[in-house]
């Protein structure tokens, strides 16, 4: 079993700054890629940014130029550096592994809260 554990969410003006951590624990032989999701309300969940083992990165269009996904092999741990916040990010963001043990398996944090105020 492996858990992710998210923090860094809170509540920001229109322009400014946060950064969200995810830590992975557990049985893990290797991750393949690590990633952070977002869902506002009654939307679906769609993908922000994900980051390969090898350090390849993949943005939705309308994060580029302004977030920055990054990793820490050491310690698990992916981080999402998000500057220029929109009151249109707003949403509950989850972190995502996908996880080599005995066979690849996807595994998701509880999420965390990012509201943008105008």
């Known amino acids: 079993q492996v858990q992710l554990v998210e923090s860094g969410g809170g509540l920001v003006q229109a322009g400014g700054s946060l950064r969200l951590s995810c830590a992975a624990s557990?049985?893990?032989?290797?991750?393949?890629?690590m990633g952070w999701y977002r869902q506002a309300p009654g939307n679906q969940r769609e993908l922000v940014a994900a980051i390969t083992s090898g350090g390849s990165t993949n943005y939705a269009d309308s994060v580029k130029g302004r977030f920055t996904i990054s990793k820490d092999n050491a310690k698990n741990t992916v981080y999402l550096q998000m500057n220029s916040l929109k009151p249109e990010d707003t949403a509950v963001y989850y972190c995502n592994a996908n996880v080599y043990y005995s066979g690849l398996m996807d595994y998701w944090g509880k999420g965390t809260l990012v509201t943008v105020s105008s």
């Open positions: 557990g049985k893990i032989f290797s991750i393949n890629v």
